[in-house]
C-alpha cells in the first residue's frame, strides 16, 4: 500500500517519486508510487494535480483492492525513480477552503447547535449541509463571525495520529468508523475533528471565511461559503460591481439600496402608465378592425394576421372585437410557434372548433380549446402561411 506523506507534510508541493506499479483504469495510464504526496478525491476534498516525470497527473484516486494510490496520467510512464511536484495553487487552495470548513462547523455549533452533516468542495463553490433547518439570518452572522474570529487569531492547525488514551481524551465533532489508526486534526482548542484531508498550519493562513448564502432543504440547512483566495476574489469582483453601480446612479456605494428602489418605484408607475396608453391603443385598433370588418350574411368577419405579436394583445384585442355584436374574429400570429385565436361575439350561434381544429393542423398544430374564444399554437409559420390558414378556415 502507497505511504501517504501527505498525512504528515500538506506543503509538499516537489518530492522524488518512485514508480513501484503501471497500470491502467478506464483505459487511462496509471502509476503507483513507492510514496506520495498527492492527495487522492476523499471525505469531500478534490485530488490534487500535477506531473511525475514527464506526465500531467489529471487525477488521484484510491484503489479499493489495496488501499493503494492511483495516479492517473496523460501519457504513460516507465518503472523508476523520478521527479514530481503538485500544483501548488490548487493545493493550497483545497488547503484553505478545507481547514475553513472545519472552523465554519465548529462556529455553527456554537452559534446554533447546528451539525454539520455534509460537505462539498467544488471548483467554484463550497457547501456544508446542517441538521437544523431553522438558522436565522441573526445566527449565521453570529457563526461568521466567530469562524473569522478564530481565523484572526491564527491559531495552530495541527494534523496527527494520536494514541488511544489521547483519542480518548478528545472531544471530535464526530467519531467514524475506520480500518487502523484514526487521524485527527486539532484547530487549537477550538474544534477536534477526525479528517484525512490537507490543511492549513496556522488559521491565519486562511485570510478570511464568507458565507454566501443559505439553502433551506428537507434534511436542514446547506450553506455556501468561500475562504481563502476564494473569498478575496469574490469580495473584489463585488466591491468592482458595487463601485460601477454607483458610478452609474451617481451615488455613494451606501445609497445603492436607496437609489435602486427608487428606480423600482419609477419604473412600476411607467409601467402602469404605460399599460394604459396601451390599452387605449387596442381599444381603438379593436374599434378600427370592426369597422372595417366585411359582413357575410348576418355576421361580420375580422381576419388579421401579425408576425411575432405578443399573443396577449391579440386576445385582447379579439375579446375587444368580439364584445360587439354579430362578429367573428379570426386572428393569428407568425413566427417560431405560429398561434391563432377564433373568437365569436355572445350573440353568435356558431360552432368556431372545426374550422379552428383545420387551421391549426394545417399550421402542424395540435388541438386548441377554449369557450367562446379559442387558442392554439403550432409549429414554425410565416405570415403567408398564417393568412392562408385563416383564410380557409373563413
Known amino acids: 500500500?502507497?505511504?501517504?506523506?501527505?498525512?504528515?507534510?500538506?506543503?509538499?508541493?516537489?518530492?522524488?517519486?518512485?514508480?513501484?506499479?503501471?497500470?491502467?483504469?478506464?483505459?487511462?495510464?496509471?502509476?503507483?508510487?513507492?510514496?506520495?504526496?498527492?492527495?487522492?478525491?476523499?471525505?469531500?476534498?478534490?485530488?490534487?494535480?500535477?506531473?511525475?516525470?514527464?506526465?500531467?497527473v489529471t487525477e488521484v484516486l484510491v484503489r479499493e483492492t489495496d488501499g493503494a494510490v492511483l495516479h492517473l496520467l496523460e501519457s504513460a510512464l516507465p518503472a523508476g525513480d523520478m521527479p514530481a511536484a503538485?500544483?501548488?495553487?490548487?493545493?493550497?487552495?483545497?488547503?484553505?477552503?478545507?481547514?475553513?470548513?472545519?472552523?465554519?462547523?465548529?462556529?455553527?455549533?456554537?452559534?446554533?447547535?447546528?451539525t454539520t452533516i455534509g460537505f462539498h468542495l467544488g471548483a467554484d463553490s463550497v457547501t456544508i449541509d446542517l441538521d437544523n433547518a431553522s438558522l436565522r439570518d441573526s445566527v449565521i452572522a453570529d457563526a461568521q463571525e466567530?469562524?473569522?474570529?478564530?481565523?484572526?487569531?491564527?491559531?495552530?492547525?495541527?494534523?496527527?495520529?494520536?494514541?488511544?488514551d489521547e483519542l480518548a481524551a478528545l472531544a471530535l465533532r464526530k467519531t467514524p468508523e475506520v480500518d487502523g489508526p484514526l487521524r485527527v486534526v486539532a484547530i487549537g482548542d477550538f474544534d477536534h475533528n477526525a479528517c484525512g484531508g490537507t490543511h492549513v498550519a496556522r488559521t491565519g493562513e486562511i485570510g478570511g471565511i464568507a458565507i454566501l448564502r443559505t439553502?433551506?432543504?428537507?434534511?436542514?440547512?446547506?450553506?455556501?461559503?468561500?475562504?481563502?483566495?476564494?473569498?478575496?476574489?469574490?469580495?473584489?469582483?463585488?466591491?468592482?460591481?458595487?463601485?460601477?453601480?454607483?458610478?452609474?446612479?451617481?451615488?455613494?456605494?451606501?445609497?445603492?439600496?436607496?437609489?435602486?428602489?427608487?428606480?423600482?418605484?419609477?419604473?412600476?408607475?411607467?409601467?402602469k402608465e404605460l399599460a394604459v396608453y396601451r390599452e387605449a391603443e387596442l381599444d381603438t385598433e379593436a374599434a378600427e378592425l370592426v369597422a372595417r370588418a366585411p359582413?357575410?350574411?348576418?355576421?361580420?368577419?375580422?381576419?388579421?394576421?401579425?408576425?411575432?405579436?405578443?399573443?396577449?394583445?391579440?386576445?385582447?384585442?379579439?375579446?375587444?372585437?368580439?364584445?360587439?355584436?354579430?362578429?367573428?374574429?379570426?386572428?393569428?400570429?407568425?413566427?417560431?410557434?405560429?398561434?391563432?385565436?377564433?373568437?365569436?361575439?355572445?350573440?353568435?350561434?356558431?360552432?368556431l372548433k372545426p374550422a379552428f381544429d383545420g387551421a391549426l393542423s394545417a399550421l402542424g398544430g395540435g388541438r386548441g380549446g377554449g369557450g367562446r374564444v379559442l387558442q392554439g399554437a403550432a409549429g414554425a409559420a410565416d405570415l403567408a402561411a398564417v393568412e392562408r390558414a385563416l383564410a380557409a378556415a373563413k
Open 1 to 56: 500500500m502507497t505511504r501517504r506523506g501527505y498525512y504528515h507534510n500538506s506543503y509538499t508541493r516537489d518530492f522524488p517519486a518512485r514508480v513501484v506499479e503501471l497500470t491502467s483504469v478506464g483505459g487511462r495510464p496509471a502509476a503507483i508510487l513507492e510514496e506520495t504526496y498527492f492527495y487522492p478525491t476523499s471525505g469531500g476534498q478534490p485530488h490534487d494535480t500535477g506531473r511525475i516525470g514527464g506526465a500531467g
Open 86 to 114: 503538485i500544483d501548488w495553487p490548487r493545493r493550497f487552495d483545497h488547503m484553505q477552503q478545507h481547514t475553513g470548513q472545519h472552523i465554519l462547523s465548529r462556529a455553527f455549533i456554537r452559534a446554533a447547535d447546528a
Open 146 to 164: 466567530i469562524a473569522n474570529q478564530v481565523v484572526s487569531d491564527n491559531l495552530e492547525v495541527r494534523a496527527w495520529f494520536p494514541t488511544d
Open 215 to 271: 439553502e433551506r432543504m428537507k434534511r436542514g440547512t446547506r450553506v455556501e461559503f468561500l475562504s481563502g483566495g476564494r473569498a478575496h476574489a469574490d469580495y473584489a469582483r463585488k466591491h468592482r460591481i458595487v463601485r460601477e453601480l454607483a458610478g452609474t446612479l451617481s451615488c455613494l456605494p451606501g445609497e445603492l439600496i436607496e437609489s435602486v428602489e427608487r428606480l423600482q418605484r419609477q419604473a412600476q408607475e411607467m409601467r
Open 295 to 351: 359582413t357575410a350574411g348576418a355576421r361580420r368577419i375580422v381576419l388579421k394576421a401579425w408576425a411575432d405579436r405578443p399573443i396577449e394583445e391579440v386576445r385582447g384585442l379579439v375579446a375587444r372585437v368580439t364584445s360587439a355584436p354579430g362578429i367573428v374574429m379570426l386572428a393569428g400570429v407568425a413566427g417560431a410557434r405560429a398561434q391563432i385565436v377564433f373568437g365569436r361575439s355572445e350573440d353568435v350561434a356558431l360552432d
